[in-house]
T-cell receptor, first 116, second 119 residues
Framework: GAVVSQHPSRVICKSGTSVKIECRSL??????MFWYRQFPKKSLMLMAT?????????EQGVEKDKFLINHASLTLSTLTVTSAHPEDSSFYIC????????????FGPGTRLTVL | AQTVTQSQPEMSVQEAETVTLSCTYD???????LFWYKQPPSRQMILVIR??????QNATENRFSVNFQKAAKSFSLKISDSQLGDAAMYFC????????????????FGQGTILTVHP
């Protein structure tokens, strides 16, 4: 089956620093990747849609200058949390979509970010 | 905009019994897809079942089946012969069937239902 990986699985950083999270589709080409944020026992909140080779589309209320998304290749998208603050601590999940696989979205295992 | 509502924050079931999780949605579209995802304690999202709106037949995957009522905009998940490994948070999700647009393919999730399975 289609596999999506995320790296790192967990990261702890100091307030004011930037953190990059990678999302990779391992065995398929993902024309579109999605980034979600999830708080404990809550639903997934879509942050942005990342299309290969073009600018990401951010959902309302998501700061594009704070959450930088790059989708430079068909297998890799990155989310950079800039000038992180404790309120950015959360679980970040990516998913990837491949039309050749019936348009199903496949999810990465998530990244737990803790900002001290 | 589409909305998805799961009105049961928590549900519990005895092992080997059957449980039904509820989901309703609101949309003005005629072409769309509905999904149930499972998120176990590992937090890896796992696709349980998928339903195309244009199909009248309810989707089934082994012990998992749905009751898709298009007119009522209802999409419930039935888990038969519940197992301890079914314990997880379950999310109902909607996806538009319309092609095109920069957010094509994005999922709208419900609030989730935490399922506990008692031995």
């Amino acid at each position: 089956g289609a596999v999506v990986s995320q790296h790192p699985s967990r990261v702890i950083c100091k307030s004011g620093t930037s953190v990059k999270i990678e999302c990779r589709s391992l065995d398929f080409q993902a024309t579109t990747m999605f980034w979600y944020r999830q708080f404990p026992k809550k639903s997934l909140m879509l942050m942005a849609t990342s299309n290969e080779g073009s600018k990401a589309t951010y959902e309302q209320g998501v700061e594009k200058d704070k959450f930088l998304i790059n989708h430079a290749s068909l297998t890799l998208s990155t989310l950079t949390v800039t000038s992180a603050h404790p309120e950015d601590s959360s679980f970040y999940i990516c998913s990837a979509r491949d039309r050749a696989l019936g348009d199903t979205q496949y999810f990465g295992p998530g990244t737990r970010l803790t900002v001290l | 905009a589409q909305t998805v509502t799961q009105s049961q924050p928590e549900m519990s079931v005895q092992e080997a019994e059957t449980v039904t999780l509820s989901c309703t949605y609101d949309t003005s579209e005629s072409d769309y897809y509905l999904f149930w995802y499972k998120q176990p304690p590992s937090r890896q999202m796992i696709l349980v079942i998928r339903q195309e709106a244009y199909k009248q037949q309810n989707a089934t995957e082994n012990r998992f089946s749905v009751n898709f009522q298009k007119a009522a905009k209802s999409f419930s998940l039935k888990i038969s012969d519940s197992q301890l490994g079914d314990a997880a948070m379950y999310f109902c999700a909607y996806r538009s069937g319309s092609a095109g647009g920069t957010s094509y393919g994005k999922l709208t999730f419900g609030q989730g239902t935490i399922l506990t399975v008692h031995p």
